[in-house]
T-cell receptor, first 108, second 113 residues
Framework: GQNIDQPTEMTATEGAIVQINCTYQTSGFNGLFWYQQHAGEAPTFLSYNVLDGLEEKGRFSSFLSRSKGYSYLLLKELQMKDSASYLC?????????FGAGTTVTVRA | DGGITQSPKYLFRKEGQNVTLSCEQNLNHDAMYWYRQDPGQGLRLIYYSQIVNDFQKGDIAEGYSVSREKKESFPLTVTSAQKNPTAFYLCASHPQKNTGELFFGEGSRLTVL
């Protein structure tokens, strides 16, 4: 199984940095995804980690440690439009299992 | 444009009625998925299909049925046996086994009155 745990809510100020942690069960693990979801909309893909280390993509970076069953998503230079839910998802064979999501609120 | 089309976007039904949600993709993806999302919760897998004429139950398949007669299409029927059908339903696909991101449709919001 892929029990995915992430914090429920986080609040940060515009221009700041926020780190969203995610832990998962490592059995059968085959990749870790991060998605962004605005209210009432479909999730949009942010990043994919299959090997240990940091993947940087503009203002967003994602880190993976397979031995620890741990990942984080780093959002830098926060903007108001970054207010959304961020979903951590682990792949196990053909299935992608999602965490409950972390709601990030960016304040001016 | 390539993508995943779900319809209808909003659907209201009376309790006890079966409802079919459409999902069509023109991305030539092999794998297709149906997820359900409830307020404050993550996505839960209902059914998935890796190839035509084959599909597997996900974590919450009870009260749902699917078919995969064509590569492009993966409709989901919410039957009267589903006790709490009101939810946001998301269809997704991806191109290869075990790799690649999921591409999502815009979702269908079902409300049972």
């Amino acid at each position: 199984g892929q029990n995915i745990d992430q914090p429920t809510e986080m609040t940060a100020t515009e221009g700041a940095i926020v780190q969203i942690n995610c832990t998962y069960q490592t059995s059968g693990f085959n990749g870790l995804f991060w998605y962004q979801q605005h209210a009432g909309e479909a999730p949009t893909f942010l990043s994919y980690n299959v090997l240990d280390g940091l993947e940087e993509k503009g203002r967003f970076s994602s880190f993976l440690s397979r031995s620890k069953g741990y990942s984080y998503l780093l959002l830098k230079e926060l903007q108001m439009k970054d207010s959304a839910s961020y979903l951590c998802a682990g792949r196990n064979d053909y299935k992608l299992s999602f965490g409950a999501g972390t709601t990030v609120t960016v304040r001016a | 444009d390539g993508g995943i089309t779900q319809s209808p976007k909003y659907l209201f039904r009376k309790e006890g009625q079966n409802v079919t949600l459409s999902c069509e993709q023109n991305l030539n993806h092999d794998a297709m998925y149906w997820y359900r999302q409830d307020p404050g919760q993550g996505l839960r897998l209902i059914y998935y299909s890796q190839i035509v004429n084959d599909f597997q139950k996900g974590d919450i398949a009870e009260g749902y049925s699917v078919s995969r007669e064509k590569k492009e299409s993966f409709p989901l029927t919410v039957t009267s046996a589903q006790k709490n059908p009101t939810a946001f339903y998301l269809c997704a696909s991806h191109p290869q086994k075990n790799t690649g991101e999921l591409f999502f449709g815009e979702g269908s919001r079902l409300t049972v009155l």
